[in-house]
């Protein structure tokens, strides 16, 4: 199944806050960021692990097309966070035909990704 998180604007560029999630209680899902219509996206990835016990998180960027990504995709493997640690990625290029896939052993992990769209022809 899966959150998809996606920014709702509509401008030449997008820049700010892109999209933000916090995985429900009671499950793992898998939080996907995709865009439409940009040809590239700059991003900065924060996650923070809300939860009361450690959380396992991998993040993968891969084709939109892609429903199990793969091990050549991965661009953080096993991450694990203590309660109310926070990890934070910058610099992301992620191209207008890929997705940024994250997945947490555990719900109640906020996912937020801030930058820049580009929708110049």
Same mark, same amino acid.
């Given at each position: 199944?899966?959150?998809?998180?996606?920014?709702?604007?509509?401008?030449?560029?997008?820049?700010?806050?892109? $999209?933000? /999630?916090?995985?429900?209680?009671?499950?793992?899902? %898998?939080?996907?960021? !995709? #865009?439409?219509?940009? @040809?590239? +996206?700059?991003?900065?990835?924060?996650?923070?692990?809300?939860?009361?016990?450690? $959380?396992? /998180?991998?993040?993968?960027?891969?084709?939109?097309? %892609?429903?199990?990504? !793969? #091990?050549?995709?991965? @661009?953080? +493997?096993?991450?694990?966070?203590?309660?109310?640690?926070?990890?934070?990625?910058?610099?992301?290029?992620?191209?207008?035909?890929?997705?940024?896939?994250?997945?947490?052993?555990?719900?109640?992990?906020?996912?937020?990704?801030?930058?820049?769209?580009?929708?110049?022809?």
């Amino acid at each position: 199944m899966g959150i998809n998180i996606s920014t709702t604007k509509n401008q030449v560029d997008t820049f700010g806050r892109l $999209a933000k /999630v916090v995985i429900p209680p009671n499950t793992n899902e %898998t939080v996907y960021y !995709s #865009t439409t219509g940009v @040809i590239l +996206s700059t991003v900065d990835i924060l996650v923070l692990n809300a939860g009361l016990v450690n $959380a396992t /998180v991998n993040m993968w960027i891969t084709n939109k097309d %892609t429903l199990n990504p !793969s #091990t050549v995709d991965l @661009i953080e +493997s096993n991450l694990i966070f203590q309660p109310d640690s926070v990890f934070v990625r910058s610099g992301i290029l992620i191209d207008g035909d890929e997705k940024l896939v994250i997945r947490s052993s555990i719900p109640n992990v906020v996912v937020r990704v801030t930058g820049l769209e580009d929708r110049s022809p």
